[in-house]
Structure formats: C-alpha cells, structure tokens
C-alpha cells in the first residue's frame, strides 16, 4: 500500500545497464524476483537472466516474439513475414495478436481431442505447412499449462522436427498460467531453463500466485533482450529494453511480499491441497462415468458438454471454451474452490443424471 502511494515508476529494465536512480529500492526488489523465479522456480544454473514485471502475460508474450523476430531480421537478414510463430491450437489468444501486431505469420499445431496434445506428426505437418510458404525462421510457443485445459506440450517434438530440417528456431514458454503452479506439482520436466533450449519464459502472478493485476512476469536469457532496445528512450536513464513503458514498482514488491511470505514450503503446501481437491473432484466424476480431460500436474478440469447441462454450467460458472458454441466447461480449483463447494457441483451433477 505504501508503494503504491509513494508510486516509483520502474520504466525500462533493471536487470541490465543503468536505471532511474531515485527508484533503486523497489528496482532491487524487482531484480531479486525475477531471480527467485529464475533459479529458484525455474531452475536456472549457471546462465544469468534479463527480465522485468509486464504488464501481464499478453505483454511478456509480446515481448519474447518480439525480441526473437528481432533477432531473426538482424542476425539472419529476415523480413517479419518469412518468420513464423509455431504454437499449438490450444495456445492462448496473445500469440494471435503477435501475429497481427508484429507482422510475423503464426501456424498452429493439431492437438489430439480427447488428451490435448501435440504429436511427433501434427508438429512435422504444421512445420511442412509453412516451409512450402517460404517460412524461413520459427518462434515457437511451448505450453506450460493451457488456459482451457490445463495442457503441457512437450518441447521435444518441435526441437527434433525443427533439428531435422535444419530450420533455425527459439523457443518461449507461456507459463502465464502454469509458471506458478506446474513448476510446484511436477518435477521432472523439460520446460524451465534446465533445459538449454529455452530461452524465454512467461509467467502470470496475478493468475495462481494471486497477486494484483498488472505483474506479468518475464524472464530471457541475457544477451537477448538487446534486440528490443529502444535507443530513442533517450529520456529514460539507461533507455527502455521493455514493450510497456512506465509502469509501477508497487506490482514488484505485490508479487515478492506473497513470494516471500509462503517461502518454498508454504507455496509446496497450497499446491499440494490443490492438487488433492483437483483428484477428488476427477474421482467424482469418475463414479458418474462423466467424461474430462485433466492432466494429473493441473488444477484444472475441462468436462465435455455432455457431461454438464448449460444450466448447471451456468450456476457454478464453469468457463466453456466458447460462449456461443461451447464443447467444453471448465473447473478451476484455486484456493476458494473447496471440496465442500465443489460437492455441491457433484451433488446437482448426480441429480440432473437422475432425472
Ligand atoms: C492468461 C494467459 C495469457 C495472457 O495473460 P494476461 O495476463 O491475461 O495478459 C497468456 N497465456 C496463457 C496460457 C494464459 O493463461
């Protein structure tokens, strides 16, 4: 509260070069969670990261795409339109608005109905797609949990597709619902910067951690973020490497303070019941043969229409994948979804059956 009265304005990137000095305080609070979510979170070793607090996940996106079709037009002599952003069909709507803002094309990969996934095929074939355009570069976007399904693409099917044709590629993952949530439920993975093929991650606070709106969060590895420097910010002291511009020191301290205040076992502990309230609510379902998808490191349950009448759906509001043609609805288990409330759920799920 204090912050944002005293309201320091963070403009540009401190993790890097100069800043404006009169802000240095929060600057520091900010540099220490970008790196509490690049090592500590993510699992980054010995590289060193660049990143900042956006404005959310649209933005951290935004700028990933950015920088790397930056960076395929200086170092490869490219224009926007033979780079092709690769994602799959259920990607978050940001990737679409890269597209059209960036100039860049966007080719999305087939996932399987009923498991949600990207297979060895479908990547080759969407990869295919736009070598015959003349797509000289890709962006890809891998998922660390979709925001329909809870879905986690597998990072390995675009590296050996992309490998084999000796396409030159990055890769950025949206973690702007996962980041805070799959990292904790799922260990063994190949989706943080263990793995040196990523280069870029997104990850929302003010989606599972909770935190204001406004504290997207993204990490890059350095010697990347350059290709988006805005030497023109003559204004701002050590010019601007970010998409936003000004924006509030106050969202730092918001994300840091509820980091902090859970420590490593605390937030081990919300997920933990989470994930619990998750598997008691699949085993509901299960008695009442009704069908989902859920991945088991997820909080998230995504029920075929069949299985929920438009009226219960309704009454709970349960997200549909589209509000004029809905296939799915959607059950987010955060802190305030209880298994006692999500019993009711089951309890009006087993009447409707019964009549
Ligand atoms: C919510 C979300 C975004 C966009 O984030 P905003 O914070 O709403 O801009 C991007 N990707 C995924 C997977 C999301 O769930």
């Known amino acids: 509260m204090s912050t944002l009265i005293q309201n320091p304005n963070h403009i540009g990137c401190h993790t890097l070069g100069q800043s404006e000095s009169f802000f240095s ?29 956006a404005s ?4 951290a996106n935004l700028q ?43 080719q999305k990969v087939r996932v399987t109905v009923d498991t949600r996934e990207i297979t060895a095929d479908s990547v080759s074939t969407a990869i295919g797609v736009q070598v015959e355009k003349g797509t000289k570069a890709f962006i890809v976007v891998a998922n660390m949990m979709t925001t329909m399904f809870g879905s986690v693409d597998n990072p390995d099917h675009y590296i050996h597709a992309l490998e084999e044709n000796n396409l030159p590629y990055l890769i950025h993952v949206d973690g702007a619902y996962g980041g805070f949530y799959f990292p904790f439920s799922e260990t063994s993975h190949t989706m943080d910067f263990r793995n040196p093929k990523i280069s870029s991650v997104t990850l929302d606070a003010h989606k599972m951690a909770q935190a204001p709106y406004g504290t997207g969060i993204f990490i890059v590895r350095k010697n990347l973020i350059h290709y988006v420097n805005t030497k023109e910010a003559s204004y701002v002291e050590g010019e601007d490497f970010t998409l936003i511009g000004s924006r509030s020191g106050a969202n730092a301290v918001a994300v840091w303070m ?4 859970y420590g490593p076992f605390g937030y081990m502990e919300k997920i933990f019941v989470l994930q619990k309230r998750t598997s008691w609510m699949c085993d509901q379902l299960d008695k009442l043969n009704i069908p989902y998808f859920r991945n088991p490191a997820a909080n998230i349950i995504t029920i075929k229409k069949e299985g929920v009448s438009a009226h219960i759906a309704h009454k709970y509001g349960l997200v549909p994948d589209n509000h004029q043609h809905p296939s799915w609805y959607e059950i987010v288990v955060m802190d305030h979804v209880t298994v006692d409330k999500l019993n009711m759920l089951v309890q009006d799920l087993k009447e409707h059956q019964e009549q």
């Open 25 to 53: 305080g929060t600057q520091a609070i900010e540099r220490d969670l970008i790196n509490i979510c690049a090592y500590d979170i993510l699992k980054g070793t010995d590289d060193h990261f660049d990143g900042y607090v």
């Open 56 to 59: 959310g996940g649209t933005e």
């Open 64 to 106: 990933a795409i950015w920088i790397y079709r930056n960076y395929f037009c200086q170092e490869k002599g490219l224009k926007p339109q033979e780079i092709c952003i690769l994602c799959s069909e259920d990607n978050h709507y940001s990737m679409d608005k890269a597209a059209n803002v960036l100039g860049t094309r966007i």
């Open 258 to 261: 509820i980091l902090s205040k």
